[in-house]
């Protein structure tokens, strides 16, 4: 039982590229989020999915998209990198709101240059 | 604005010390809050919920509506408790809404 495993866990890139950050549970959860950790800013929540075929903006979305195509994934997506998105990227999942209980991913440390 | 505060970015004691980590919050209405802890080289995780009163690992949290306060406290501390810990409400969409965090340090 893997839980939540996120790929790639490093990557480097240069302003203005493009890349995909994969989360994937396999604890049939329907509440999926990313949310990106900096020094001194705690975790914040970028996008989040109540569902398949459903996203939502957190607290910083500006930068980023989602899709949740199907159930156990969620992908988090880079559309033109820029040096403020350095972060490292957390996906969580869980089964429910009320229950409150988040299950992680290792993270995944992204620079852009 | 719903807002969650820790004030404290490092708080060191000694083994075997009280320790109170704060957390107060911002919020209408009474939300559910819930503390999580990240040990070096672990997964973030849930370490408890106030809704369920437990204690865990020796840790209680008590919800203070009145200062809209939810802090973490451990009559004694051990080394082991080395983390940094985040106390989160759920907001009133579906997510939770983390703190800053604080970094605790158990010293021998």
């Known amino acids: 039982n893997a839980g939540v495993t996120q790929t790639p866990k490093f990557r480097v890139l240069k302003t203005g590229q493009s890349m995909t950050l994969l989360c994937a549970q396999d604890m049939n959860h329907e509440y999926m989020y990313w949310y990106r950790q900096d020094p001194g800013m705690g975790l914040r929540l970028i996008h989040y999915s109540v569902g398949e075929g459903t996203t939502a903006k957190g607290e910083v979305p500006d930068g980023y998209n989602v899709s949740r195509l199907k159930k156990q994934n969620f992908l988090l997506g880079l559309e033109s990198a820029a040096p403020s998105q350095t972060s490292v990227y957390f996906c969580?999942?869980?089964?429910?709101?009320?229950?409150?209980?988040?299950?992680f991913g290792e993270g995944s440390r992204l620079t852009v240059l | 604005a719903q807002r969650v505060t820790q004030p404290e970015k490092l708080l060191s004691v000694f083994k075997g010390a009280p320790v109170e980590l704060k957390c107060n919050y911002s919020?209408?209405?009474?939300?559910?809050l819930f503390w999580y802890v990240q040990y070096s080289r672990q997964r973030l995780q849930l370490l408890l919920r106030h809704i369920s009163r437990e204690s865990i690992k020796g840790f209680t949290a008590d919800l203070n509506k009145g200062e809209t306060s939810f802090h973490l406290k451990k009559p004694f501390a051990q080394e082991e408790d080395s983390a940094m810990y985040y106390c989160a409400p759920l907001n009133s969409g579906y997510a939770l809404n983390f703190g800053k965090g604080t970094s605790l340090l158990v010293t021998p």
């Open positions: 919020y209408s209405g009474s939300p559910e």
């Open positions: 969580a999942s869980s089964y429910s709101k009320g229950i409150g209980e988040l299950f």
